[in-house]
C-alpha cells in the first residue's frame, strides 16, 4: 500500500491525517513545506505589490499636500508684502509660472466646491 502524506489537517473539529499519496518526503504535492513556501511566497509578493501601490498612492498625496501648504505659505506672503495681488495671471518669477498656475486652479476649485 502507498504511503500516505503525513499533514494533520483540522476539520469537522478534529485533526485528520490527508488522504492523498506521499510524493516526497512523507507528504502530498500540496502539503510538502517546500509547495507551501512557494505558495505562501507568491501570495506574500501579490500582497507586496498591492500595499506598495497603495503606500505610493498615499506618499503621493501627502507630498501633494505638502507642495500645496508650502505654495501657500509662500504666496501668502508675498501677497501679504504686496509683491503679487491674486487678479495677476502670471507671477513675477518666471520659474513660478506653472505653480502659480495650479495654485490659482485650486483656489477657484475650492470656491466652487
Not at 502507498?2 to 485528520?16: L, V, Y
Not at 506521499?22 to 509547495?35: I, L, W
Not at 495671471?89 to 518666471?94: A, G, K, L, R, S
Request: aromatic share 10%; hydrophobic share 40%.
Amino acid at each position: 500500500m502507498a504511503e500516505q502524506c503525513k499533514e494533520q489537517m483540522f476539520k469537522d473539529w478534529h485533526f485528520h491525517q490527508c488522504s492523498r499519496k506521499a510524493v516526497k518526503d512523507g507528504y502530498c504535492k500540496q502539503h510538502h513545506p517546500d509547495s507551501v513556501k512557494a505558495r505562501a511566497d507568491a501570495a506574500q509578493a501579490k500582497w507586496d505589490a498591492r500595499w506598495a501601490k497603495v503606500d505610493k498612492k498615499k506618499r503621493i498625496a501627502a507630498a501633494d499636500a505638502g507642495l500645496f501648504d508650502a505654495v501657500d505659505a509662500l504666496f501668502f506672503a508675498q501677497i501679504a508684502k504686496g509683491m503679487i495681488t491674486l487678479e495677476t495671471e502670471t507671477h513675477p518669477d518666471e520659474s513660478l509660472n506653472p505653480i502659480w498656475q495650479a495654485y490659482l486652479k485650486r483656489i477657484e476649485e475650492a470656491d466652487n466646491a
